[in-house]
């Protein structure tokens, strides 16, 4: 399993929303859709996001730009992994994230919805009494 750092972008921008740690089987390619579901919604809904960017920070013990072939080979380590994404809407997106999403295309954003051919059906349709 691999460490990485999710980083959720503000709509529109670069800057961080917020981040989450996980532990991935492998790291997400750019392109690729995510879901997170969280305990306060019920399944299957969750926040949506497409990665954007993934950024590799490793270390080296090194300090030289090169060393003789008859020295042993030090060999540098990985320091993280961020997952940087862009918030989108798909058919499983919570009530709060899409009405959220909605609010922010309607102001002009470009949001990206996932490029999926299923059902979409609010929560709330389920809360109805």
Request: aromatic share 8%.
């Amino acid at each position: 399993m691999t460490r990485v750092t999710v980083v959720v972008r503000e709509v529109g921008r670069l800057n961080p929303d917020y981040l989450l740690a996980f532990e991935l089987p492998e790291v997400p390619k750019v392109g690729s859709y995510i879901s997170i579901h969280r305990p306060d919604n019920p399944e299957p809904y969750s926040e949506d996001m497409i990665v954007k960017e993934v950024w590799w920070r490793l270390e080296h013990p090194e300090t030289r730009s090169s060393t003789s072939g008859d020295e042993p080979q030090k060999v540098g380590s990985l320091k993280e992994i961020f997952v940087e994404c862009v918030q989108a809407t798909s058919p499983y997106s919570t009530d709060r994230w899409r009405d959220k999403l909605d609010r922010q295309r309607k102001s002009g954003a470009d949001v990206p919805e996932f490029e999926v051919a299923r059902v979409s059906v609010r929560q709330d349709v389920f809360n109805k009494k």
